[in-house]
């Protein structure tokens, strides 16, 4: 009767003989087996220190050399850390003050031309076409169907400019 330990745990079991001749009665339990036989790693989610477990797949691909336990942290780390300013494919000479500009000022945030009230939809548009005249007398808001038709169709600029007066 065959008495052998546990590759996981070091507790004793008793192994069948045909077990051992097939290379099997390594773990005592299902449990240990399963723990034996993971590759990975524990490492701490870069955001919230959170420990998780990579796969030694996933601890090679990462392109940063960060890990992160869910895909919330990170988003967290690429929108606050990654890509912000010049790291941004967006960045444009970081002149978007012109937005902040607009909001600050009395104006209603209102489409010049269709009267759409929804801020989400709302973009700048420079009267001039100017992007680094940012006064202003040279700003108002368009929704982004009319900004794309103003930027594109000359008889809705004409309306516009009517519009404006």
């Known amino acids: 009767m065959p008495i052998v330990k546990c590759k996981k745990c070091q507790k004793e079991f008793y192994a069948k003989p045909h077990w051992l001749k097939r290379g099997w009665g390594k773990y ?3 449990n240990c087996q399963y723990k034996g036989q993971l590759t990975g790693e524990f490492v701490k989610c870069y955001i919230c220190k959170k420990k998780t477990w990579k ?4 601890l090679k691909n990462s392109k940063s050399g960060k890990y992160f336990c869910n895909k919330s942290c990170q988003t967290l780390w690429r929108n606050s850390i990654v890509y912000v300013g010049q790291n941004h494919p967006n960045w444009k000479n970081g002149d978007s003050v012109y937005r902040k500009t607009l909001k600050r000022s009395q104006r209603k945030e209102v489409c010049s031309l269709c009267k759409t009230v929804d801020k989400r939809i709302l973009a700048v ?6 992007r680094k005249n940012s006064k202003l007398e040279n700003l108002i808001w368009l929704c982004h169907n009319c900004h794309f038709l103003v930027h594109h169709d000359p008889e809705t600029t004409k309306k516009l400019m009517e519009a404006i007066v």
Request: charge should be positive.
């Open 28 to 30: 005592c339990s299902r």
């Open 55 to 58: 796969t030694p797949r996933q």
């Open 125 to 130: 548009h420079h009267l001039d076409k100017n």
